[in-house]
């Protein structure tokens, strides 16, 4: 039985020192925003089962696979199945069963906002701090389920920019030797993410973009990236998250100093 995640949740990290300049956030939607984690969680541990997969997954494997392209999770999940058809040309089959029973599933599952997130991005909008959305849904999956999501569409509604995986797909490959040349090119979807945003706003620097994250690759991506990050209830400790948090409810907004677009290169506070 899949525990949520809400009853598992770790003791905040102190607060980072002195107030943060923020001109921008990105939430990773899926892990912060909704219950889309206890979701995906419960359908695997069913899929475990039904494929006959022979590698069980604990709850923090599970967290990191649901950051993963639906297809490169099929991939993944097919490669340690025990059942012999999953085998070479009977693999793309195989994967396309897999994508099939775990957007069935999906639908079956409720999603919804978790406690806290409507209150969040709305005092984010309030304080006129613009907001983007990351998913690591392709852009057909989300547009096919979002509508049942009910009040989701409150969040989305807020979001200056929305980023699914499928987009910046393309747009990553090759960038990691460029940025040997120019460290300000972003290499993963959060930095893409931040890139879209700037289309939108106007330029900020990656150190005044806050990323809420729900689970350790997330908190390095966005590190990765230079920007600050908030680890929301997840099993992991991740000592470079800038903060720990049991729930966004115990986000506390003193900490953000909102800088108006178009100012760059503001020094910390």
């Known amino acids: 039985t899949i525990t949520p995640r809400s009853t598992r949740l770790q003791s905040p990290k102190a607060g980072i020192k002195g107030k943060q300049q923020i001109q921008a956030v990105l ?19 069913k899929l475990q089962s039904e494929f006959s997969i022979s590698k069980a997954l604990n709850r923090g494997a599970m967290e990191n696979l649901a950051t993963l392209p639906i297809k490169k999770l099929a991939l993944k999940a097919t490669r340690e199945t025990s059942l012999e058809e999953s085998k070479e040309e009977n693999e793309e089959i195989s994967v ?3 994508i099939k029973r775990f957007n069935e599933l999906m639908d079956e599952q409720k999603v919804e906002p978790v406690d806290g997130a409507l209150e969040l991005v709305r005092r984010l909008s309030d304080m006129k701090i613009p907001i983007g959305l990351i998913t690591h849904m392709t852009m057909d999956r989300f547009a096919e389920l979002m509508p049942k999501c009910g009040e989701v569409s409150s969040i989305l509604e807020e979001a200056e920019t929305i980023v699914c995986a499928d987009e910046v797909e393309e747009k990553m490959l090759g960038r990691s030797p460029d940025r040997k040349k120019n460290p300000s090119i972003p ?3 959060a930095g893409v993410a931040r890139e879209r945003l700037q289309e939108r706003i106007g330029e900020f620097s990656p150190r005044h973009c806050l990323v809420f994250a729900g689970v350790a690759k997330e908190v390095r991506m966005a590190k990765k990236d230079r920007m600050l ?15 720990i948090l049991q729930s966004l409810q115990q986000f506390d907004f003193k900490n953000l100093v909102p800088i108006p677009h ?8």
């Open 96 to 98: 396309e069963k897999f």
């Open 27 to 45: 939430f990773n939607l899926e892990s912060t925003l909704i219950t889309y984690i206890d979701a995906f969680c419960t359908v695997l541990e």
């Open 262 to 269: 178009g100012i760059v290169g503001v020094e910390d506070v």
């Open 187 to 189: 290499t993963t979807i």
């Open 229 to 243: 990050c908030a680890l929301v209830g997840s099993t992991s400790r991740v000592r470079s998250a800038d903060w």
